[in-house]
C-alpha cells in the first residue's frame, strides 16, 4: 500500500515563529487532506489539496503531486497551534491512508 | 465543513463485555463511512469501511468478529466492539466522505476513547 512520511516528527516553537511541515507519499492520489489532531483527539480539516496552493489565515499548504509531497506552512505560531498534524492521502475510494504525523508543540 | 456526531466521547467497561459506537452524519446521507483505530502517540490506521446495505469491508488483520459494523441507515454506522480486552482499548474515530462537484473530503466524528479495565 502506499506509505505516508511526515517530517519532523516533533517540533517545539516559541510563540510568533514559523515552521513548515512536510508530507512525502509513495504514489499518486486523489485524495490529500491536512489535519490538526486537539488534545482531545479531535480532528480539525485544514486543507483539502491534493494538488496546488490554498490559505487560509495563518496556515498554508502546498502540494506538488508529480513530486509526491505536500508542505503546511504555519505562520506567527500561537500556543493554540499545539497538537499533532497529520496528512492523509487516499485514491478513488474515499478511504484515506494517514502519515506518522508532527508534533507540535508552541511555547511563549 | 459537515458534522459528523460520534456517541460516546469516552467508554469504561469490563473485559468480556461488548462495547456500541455510533457515528452519525448529520448534514446529508453517506452510503460510506469509515471506522479508524488510533493508539497512544500512533497515527490512526483505517479498520473498515461501512457500506449502506451490505457487508462492511475490513483492512486486513482486522477481526470482523470482534468488531462488527452496522449502516443501519443512510446516516448511522455502528462499531460494536465485542467481547473487549485491555488490548483493544483506544481511540476510535469515524469518518464520512462528503463528496462535492469536484472532490471528496474526509470529515471526521469527535472520536471515542475505549478503556478496558
Known amino acids: 500500500g502506499i506509505q505516508v512520511e511526515q517530517s519532523p516528527p516533533d517540533l517545539i516553537l516559541q510563540e510568533g515563529a514559523n515552521s513548515t511541515l512536510r508530507c512525502n507519499f509513495s504514489d499518486s492520489v486523489n485524495n490529500l487532506q491536512w489535519f490538526h489532531q486537539n488534545p482531545w483527539g479531535q480532528l480539525i480539516n485544514l486543507f483539502y489539496?491534493?494538488?496546488g496552493t490554498k490559505q487560509n489565515g495563518r496556515l498554508s499548504a502546498t502540494t506538488v503531486a508529480t513530486e509526491r509531497y505536500s508542505l503546511l506552512y504555519i505562520s506567527s505560531s500561537q500556543t493554540t497551534d499545539s497538537g499533532v498534524y497529520f496528512c492523509?492521502?487516499?485514491?478513488?475510494?474515499?478511504?484515506?491512508?494517514f502519515g506518522t504525523g508532527t508534533r507540535l508543540q508552541v511555547t511563549l | 465543513g459537515a458534522v459528523v456526531s460520534q456517541h460516546p466521547s469516552w467508554v469504561i467497561c469490563k473485559s468480556g463485555t461488548s462495547v456500541k459506537i455510533e457515528c452519525r452524519s448529520l448534514d446529508f446521507q453517506a452510503t460510506t463511512m469509515f471506522w479508524y483505530r488510533q493508539f497512544p502517540k500512533q497515527s490512526l490506521m483505517l479498520m473498515a469501511t461501512?457500506?449502506?446495505?451490505?457487508?462492511?469491508?475490513?483492512e486486513q488483520g482486522v477481526e470482523k468478529d470482534k468488531f462488527l459494523i452496522n449502516h443501519a441507515s443512510l446516516t448511522l454506522s455502528t462499531l460494536t466492539v465485542t467481547s473487549a480486552h485491555p488490548e483493544d482499548s483506544s481511540f476510535y474515530i469515524c469518518?464520512?466522505?462528503?463528496?462535492?462537484?469536484?472532490?471528496?473530503?474526509?470529515?471526521f466524528g469527535q472520536g471515542t476513547r475505549l478503556t478496558v479495565v
Open positions: 492523509a492521502v487516499g485514491g478513488t475510494a474515499s478511504k484515506l491512508t
Open positions: 469518518s464520512v466522505p462528503l463528496q462535492g462537484h469536484m472532490n471528496t473530503e474526509a470529515f
Open positions: 461501512s457500506n449502506e446495505g451490505s457487508k462492511a469491508t475490513y
Open positions: 489539496i491534493p494538488s
